[in-house]
């Protein structure tokens, strides 16, 4: 674990803060604090760490409930980032494979504060390290221009459509509903990996993008989905499940697919009971159901879950009701973390995570789908979706590229 307390990193040179959901009014005029990084081995409950590092840093997170007002000359609130690795510890579930990227932490909390010094983006010295050697073989090592090699995903198209079988077997003998499965690809680059991760932000419904960078690690998110939003004690969640391509025939087949609606549904549902476990008893309702909105060239089917917070709900309690997702693990949710350790050949990393702002009564974390990583030699993206017994492996596998490809080749623009 590492704490990085305010003397020091005060003194940084002011950037523009990236993280999703920043206050708008505050962007070009933060500056960091403090910073907690935590990984799974370090022991400890994670959820717990970050409310108790928070609070201990002035942003009110004990009762989410309470009213509480923005500081504008204090600290403003936190990046907070917990990957799926985390959310699968809090939910009980066994460890899966190893993540890609062991540079990046398993949670990353970061308080920011206001200053009257605003500036364009600052170099940082935690940005991951860049530079010929992490590409071997490249002519013309020593230009700093942008560079990305090829992708080796870490399972082939038949390896990926047998793990769909697999699932397909096990809903077959009742051990669970739906699973997500997630694949990973890597590339080695040279240059400046947060300036192309920052590109993903301007992705077409990336309502969470944005960056965050550590020593040798950095995230650039481009997801479209709330995992959790708390605004006055009310909770919001915003569940997408179900792809097409999008055209107007495309749009039309999502909205008639039986398949996609009762994936859909399901983890609707699942979202209900997970809202519940923290929510005033009979408050969670759903307020939109199978809305189809678009990211990047897809159709995406988007439900609107809310509830009450109850008495006294604090981030601690918030995190392990709904981490890690259910639109990326499945139902019922342990078992599918029990297919998704077994399936998967490495783990998820930056992806299928939270990633958001956490503020003076008002919370907004996104689920890490769209996600990319950068450590000190590769860039790392992951791709998947939901298998029910009516899925084919080959549309699945399909699918999967199809939501990568966006991320991919803004990855690769120069």
């Not at 749009?251 to 009971?273: F, P, Q």
């Amino acid at each position: 674990m590492r704490k990085n307390e305010p003397t020091g990193v005060e003194t940084l040179p002011p950037g523009v803060i990236d993280v999703p959901a920043t206050p708008d009014a505050c962007r070009g005029r933060l500056v960091e604090r403090a910073r907690l990084e935590w990984r799974c081995g370090d022991g400890g409950d994670p959820a717990a760490l970050a409310q108790d590092f928070l609070t201990g840093h002035g942003v009110a997170v004990a009762d989410l409930g309470r009213p509480a007002r923005h500081d504008p000359d204090g600290v403003c609130g936190a990046a907070l980032y917990l990957s799926a690795a985390a959310g699968a510890l809090l939910a009980g579930a066994a460890p899966a494979a190893a993540t890609p990227v062991p540079a990046l932490p398993d949670l990353v909390v970061v308080v920011y504060g206001h200053t009257d010094r605003p500036g364009p983006r600052a170099a940082d010295p935690r940005r991951p390290a860049a530079g010929p050697r992490a590409v071997a073989g490249r002519p013309d090592a020593a230009a700093p221009r942008w560079w990305l090699g090829s992708w080796r995903e870490s399972w082939t198209p038949a390896q990926h459509a047998d793990a769909v079988e697999a699932v397909r077997a096990a809903i077959g003998r009742g051990d669970v509903y739906q699973v997500n499965l997630v694949g990973h690809a890597a590339a080695p680059y040279a240059g400046d990996p947060l300036a192309a991760l920052a590109r993903l932000g301007a992705l077409p419904g990336a309502r969470y993008g944005g960056t965050l960078s550590g020593l040798d690690w950095a995230i650039g998110c481009a997801s479209p989905e709330t995992l959790i939003e708390v605004d006055g004690g009310r909770l919001v969640t915003r569940p997408i499940k179900g792809t097409r391509p999008a055209t107007a025939a495309g749009r039309r087949e999502l909205l008639a697919s039986a398949k996609e609606r009762a994936e859909h549904v399901m983890i609707v549902d699942l979202e209900r009971n997970d809202l519940a476990r923290v929510a005033r008893t009979g408050s969670v309702r759903v307020d939109e159901l199978f809305a189809v909105r678009r990211w990047c060239d897809l159709w995406q089917a988007e439900s609107t879950v809310s509830a009450a917070a109850a008495d006294g709900l604090g981030l601690a309690d918030l995190l392990r009701a709904v981490c890690p997702g259910g639109s990326v693990t499945g139902a019922p949710k342990l078992a599918a973390l029990d297919r998704i350790a077994a399936l998967e050949p490495v783990g998820r990393g930056a992806s299928m995570g939270a990633f958001g702002w956490v503020g003076a009564g008002r919370i907004d974390l996104g689920l890490t789908i769209r996600t990319a990583a950068a450590d000190a030699g590769r860039l790392h993206v992951w791709a998947g979706g939901g298998i029910t017994w009516g899925s084919d492996p080959e549309a699945e596998v399909a699918e999967a590229a199809a939501k990568a490809a966006p991320v991919r080749a803004l990855l690769a623009a120069g």
